[in-house]
């Protein structure tokens, strides 16, 4: 941002908090970005944020410690914070507002978009429906990402989604020649991380050689709180270059979202706003709705963005405001669980809770295989119907089950050591279907209510008696 | 015009120094733009406005200029299988993909009239003076405005194409005005329009949905609402009734909802065909979108957009379905702007009229006689997005207060991929004996009877399935375990039907009948085989039983005969087990 329209000199009259009061010297509008000069020659963000007729109200995006009034100079861009991109985009990194933290040259600014981005109009979208594999089997089989879909990964702290996250940028693909054909790139933010965990994902990344296909923004935990709520917004917009100018597929992992929400609190709160739930502004879901909704598809353009949101649930809690928002908002969850951690399951996904809302239109027929729908549906109804006889056998004790529930009980244990634990290696969609084809064989066939004759038949009686049976 | 130059701005509120009277509530322009905005609030030096656009770049000292009207959508052929936003604002031209401020409203537009009065007929107010086509198969009617006098025709245009917006009859009115009347006309959006008088409601607006139709009935000019937490399956249900259910128009409302979802239900609606009518059923549909992303005092005014344009298409005798997804994303907008006001906040910081508010909404479903006599009806169907899916707050609670049916979504369920999630012990009909009789008529004779029994199973197999968690199943008598059993039979054969499958999606009310009566079969079969001492267990491992449970999955709508060859099969079955036990305990 190097093209100041107007500049006002000792116009600065009051500051509290995270407000700048100037006098309205100048002709100047609504949400307008300013650069605030110190005497002292630092430089600090901020937009204006309401005007009458003799001042102006500015709301630092910056930390406002140490800002003096006498001798600041204050720059305004007679239009909202943009963010420069170009072409060399892939391969860098950036700290939370859009500035190289990686040494290399400044981008070749050939456009300037606003951060916040603007809505889609739900008529230019395409609906979105096709498969994005991440090379894991609870989420490829059982809750398929599609392109263009915001899925978000409900985690807790000490869990290992930062492993996660790091293993589906490295592993994400596009199904057969479309990743060439296409482009595929992954912009990656860590919001409010600690240094780190920066440096583990910069690391993890370089040494797969995700890198050169990667756009990293770091804000850190040390950042100020106003910029970790603009960190999100220039990714988005890197990400909405990539996809809609230069066509390519591009996967957005956003982590951790619950520091956006810690920082959208705290801004809240010095300007002395009503707080709804928990202490967060009443306005979060529409907040949280400008980030996630910026994921999508245009119709008649080529790009996409598809968003992995992550968030850590506060005390495990899924009821909390964070990620009771996020749901709404988001195309389903995939819920992170402590206690298949604690069982050396990998990747811990709970299954039951999560949820792909798009999968529907992106498997199937023509798009991944014709059965893998019913493959879903079945492994998660007796998966669900394994959960409850294991609080069943908890209290009545294994003895009082029948064979029928003896059987749901091994199936239920089979799938989380086979099926859902797959250590470090990435399947492909293929694999996951045979796994779960298998833990379906030793289920009775009167529990396969969601396969029709012909998919018991082809799938698990002929293999069953052409295989020989699992000693 | 009054106007009125601003003097203070922040996010969609401003304040400016009036020249010339305002109105509360009167809509209003601001600055070159034409950004749209509301007056919410008036002192005799100050007005405030909110506006309903992005804000970004507005300064004090810009122009803020009345209409001199409340808050109006212009009502007119063109609405009609298009799809708006919250201020019935076109949104299909897609050259700019993006949502920006100062859209304009809907542009005249010319379509063929056909006139149905002459010269001296009377006129009343709300009558029709003719039919118009916009291409959907739908004849629309041409209305004299409500809020006109009644009067004589003097002058109206030949069959013909004409601009929307332009006369096509003209009045003497009998307080001695001379009106004009175009083929559209303004209506303030928060006022109901009149109609004759309210009429009793005792047809069912059918679903398709088996656990609605035949458990938790809505009826035409009723009112139903759907709560649920994420991911339960409000918006499924709600798009699945839009696409199936038995009326003639259908406004969906996405109000503060995804974008991907709306852009779904267009490509589907586009390709679906209207079962009864063959025309894809976008031609019978209006989209009102205002997502999440859209400004929010947008949402607030986009269902009473939604519901205005139900009584619009009503008023010209039709049966309208409105579904709002979801009521709590206006509730929310209703907070966000009573916050700005100043407002004394109530519960979970919601103004105290939010009770009012909801109730005033589902007020305005009814099944009608119009102005012009005849008879129409708006069905309303809200969806409730509870925080944390807690069904004890504010929202929710209201609702439930209001709605003749109401349909509670059940996160276990939802998690085991049961859909639709809807809970029978959560869920209740105030209608369903007004309904009965219909069914009856329909000849499905036994339904009241049927429909009592489901629900009696249904509530027996949550208490005994909370006693098989503590003894285990195996412990519990055999008349016990039988329950179990049909319950599950209805569960699964009969509650659960999924939006996805192409055989199963929509069920009509014969087939649901039928299935009805084969579920009723089995019950008192095996009852009768109890009695004989055979084992539920034995007649479950039945191979009619799983036939049954996935007869919505395996047999069409319309196939009689594989109906009627189940119901041998079992009746077969239920006689061999008879004899068999008969015979074993001769021995
Ligand atoms: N009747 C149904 N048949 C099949 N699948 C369903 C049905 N209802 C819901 N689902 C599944 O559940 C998912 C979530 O449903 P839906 O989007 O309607 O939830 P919601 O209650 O509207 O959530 P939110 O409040 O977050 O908008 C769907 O994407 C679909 O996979
Ligand atoms: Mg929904």
Redesign the pocket.
């Known amino acids: 941002m190097t093209y100041a329209r107007l500049v006002g000199e000792e116009i600065a009259n009051r500051a509290e908090g995270p407000l700048l009061f100037l006098s309205r010297s100048l002709d100047v509008g609504l949400n307008e970005a300013v650069e605030v000069e110190g005497a002292d020659g630092s430089v600090r963000l901020g937009r204006i944020a309401a005007l009458d007729e003799d001042s102006i109200t500015v709301e630092m995006l910056d930390d406002t410690a140490g800002l003096t009034l006498q001798g600041t100079r204050v720059r305004f861009f007679g239009e909202p914070l943009r963010f420069h991109v170009g072409p060399g985009l892939l391969g860098r990194v950036f700290n939370g507002i859009g500035k190289p933290l990686d040494g290399g040259p400044p981008l070749a600014a050939e456009h300037a978009y606003r951060v916040d981005g603007l809505p889609i109009k739900p008529t230019a979208r395409e609906a979105p429906s096709e498969f994005l594999e991440t090379g894991f089997t609870s989420i490829d089989l059982m809750n398929s990402l599609v392109r263009g879909q915001k899925l978000p990964l409900f985690s807790g702290g000490g869990l290992p989604h930062d492993r996660i996250a790091v293993d589906i940028a490295c592993n994400a693909r596009l199904p057969g020649d479309t990743q060439e054909a296409e482009g595929f790139a992954i912009v990656f933010a860590g919001i409010g991380i600690p240094h780190d965990s920066a440096e583990f994902f910069r690391e993890e990344m370089e040494k797969s050689g995700a890198l050169a296909r990667t756009v990293l923004f770091l804000n850190l935990a040390s950042d100020s709180s106003a910029q970790r709520l603009l960190a999100p917004r220039f990714a988005l917009t890197a990400a909405e270059y990539l996809a809609f100018i230069e066509g390519m597929h591009v996967l957005v992992i956003l982590t951790d979202l619950t520091n956006y929400c810690e920082a959208l609190r705290e801004v809240s709160a010095s300007r002395g706003e009503v707080p709804s739930r928990k202490g967060y502004p009443g306005y979060m879901y529409s907040d949280l709705a400008t980030l996630y909704e910026r994921a999508g598809r245009i119709r008649g353009k080529p790009g996409s963005v598809t968003q992995i949101p992550i968030l850590t649930m506060p005390n495990d809690d899924i009821t909390h405001p964070i990620p009771d928002l996020t ?6 969850q995939i819920v992170l669980d402590r206690d298949l951690h604690r069982r050396d399951i990998y990747p811990p996904i709970r299954l039951l809770p999560s ?6 239109d992106g498997i199937g027929k023509g798009r991944t295989h014709a059965d893998h729908p019913a493959l879903a549906a079945q492994l998660y109804a007796s998966y669900s119907q394994a959960q409850q006889t294991r609080v069943l056998a908890g209290v009545v004790g294994e003895d009082g089950l029948s064979d029928d529930d003896r059987k749901l009980l091994l199936f239920g244990d089979d799938f989380e050591q086979k099926l859902i634990h797959q250590g470090v290696d990435a399947r492909a969609l293929e694999e996951s279907m045979a796994a779960g084809w298998s833990a379906l064989r030793g289920l009775p066939a009167g529990e396969l209510h969601r396969l029709d004759d012909r998919q018991i038949r082809e799938h698990l009686l002929d293999r069953a008696t052409r295989r020989e049976p699992v000693s | 015009m009054s106007t009125a130059e601003t003097t203070w701005i922040s996010g969609p509120v401003l304040r400016a120094r009036p020249d010339g009277a305002f109105r509360l509530r009167e809509s209003v322009t601001v600055g070159d733009q034409a950004l749209l905005g509301e007056v919410i609030r008036i002192a005799r030096d100050e007005i405030t406005v909110q506006l309903y656009e992005d804000t970004s770049g507005l300064r004090p000292g810009i122009e803020v200029t009345g209409s001199g009207r409340l808050l109006s959508i212009r009502l007119g052929p063109a609405i009609l299988a298009g799809i708006f936003d919250g201020l019935l604002r076109p949104i299909a031209d897609i050259a700019d993909p993006y949502v920006k401020p100062g859209m304009q409203v809907q542009a005249a537009r010319r379509f063929h009239f056909t006139p149905s009065v002459c010269v001296g007929d009377p006129l009343m107010p709300g009558a029709a003076i003719g039919e118009v086509a916009n291409g959907t198969g739908i004849a629309q009617r041409c209305l004299v405005p409500a809020d006109l006098p009644g009067g004589r025709v003097t002058a109206i245009a030949d069959a013909g194409e004409y601009p929307d917006d332009q006369p096509i009859c003209w009045i003497d009115a009998a307080d001695g005005r001379h009106l004009a009347v175009a083929m559209t006309h303004a209506w303030p959006v928060r006022v109901p329009r009149p109609v004759q008088a309210r009429l009793p409601s005792d047809e069912p607006m059918l679903t398709g ?1 088996r656990v609605i139709d035949c458990l938790f009935p809505v009826a035409r000019g009723g009112t139903g609402a ?1 709560p ?13 009734v839009g696409k199936w259910c038995n009326a003639d128009v259908i406004v969906y409302v996405g109000c503060g ?2 974008g991907n ?1 709306m852009a779904g239900l267009l490509a589907e609606f586009s390709e679906l065909e209207d079962p009864r009518s063959g025309r894809p059923l976008l031609e019978r549909t209006v989209v009102i979108a205002n997502t999440s992303n859209m400004p929010v005092s947008a949402r607030e005014a986009s269902i009473y957009t939604g519901i205005t344009v139900a009584e619009y298409f009503r008023d010209q005798g039709m049966n309208v379905t409105l579904m709002a ?2 009521t709590s994303r206006w509730a929310e907008a209703l907070r966000e702007v009573s916050g700005r006001l100043g407002e004394l906040p109530g519960e979970a910081g919601y103004p105290a009229y939010l009770s009012s508010r909801l109730a005033d909404f589902y007020e305005r479903a009814a099944r009608v006689r119009t102005l012009g006599g005849e008879t129409g009806s708006v069905t309303l169907l809200g ?1 409730v ?1 509870p925080p944390s899916g807690d069904f004890s707050e504010p929202v929710t609670t209201h609702t439930r207060r209001y709605v003749g049916s109401l349909w509670g ?1 059940d996160a276990k369920r ?1 998690q085991a ?1 049961f ?3 809807i809970h029978p012990l959560q869920s209740y009909s105030l209608v369903a004996g007004n309904l009965a009789r219909w069914w009856h008529n329909t000849g499905c004779t036994r339904w009241q009877e049927l429909r009592r029994r489901f629900l009696t199973l249904l509530e027996d197999e949550a208490r005994l399935e909370r006693m098989a968690r503590i003894i285990g199943r195996d412990a519990m008598p055999a008349r016990q375990r039988l329950v179990l059993i049909c319950a599950q039979l209805i569960n699964e054969c009969f509650l659960r ?5 192409m055989n199963d ?1 929509y069920a009509s009310p014969s087939r649901q009948a039928v299935m009805m009566r084969l579920i009723g079969s089995f019950i008192e079969g095996s009852e009768r085989l109890l009695d004989a001492g055979v084992a539920p267990e034995a007649i479950r491992d039945q191979p009619v039983f799983r036939r049954l449970m996935r007869m919505g999955e395996e047999i069409e709508e319309g196939d009689w005969e594989a109906f009627s060859a189940l119901d041998q099969e079992l009746t077969a079955t239920i006689r061999r087990l008879l004899n068999e036990a008969r015979e074993g305990g001769e021995e």
């Open positions: 749901g709404y908002i988001t195309e389903g949820l792909s809302r798009l999968m529907k | 949905q759907i649920g937490g994420f991911g339960t399956g409000k918006t499924v249900l709600l798009e699945t909802e995804r979802e997804d979801s969806a997005s979504l939802a991929r859909y639709p999630a039907q999924s939006a996805y499958s999606r």
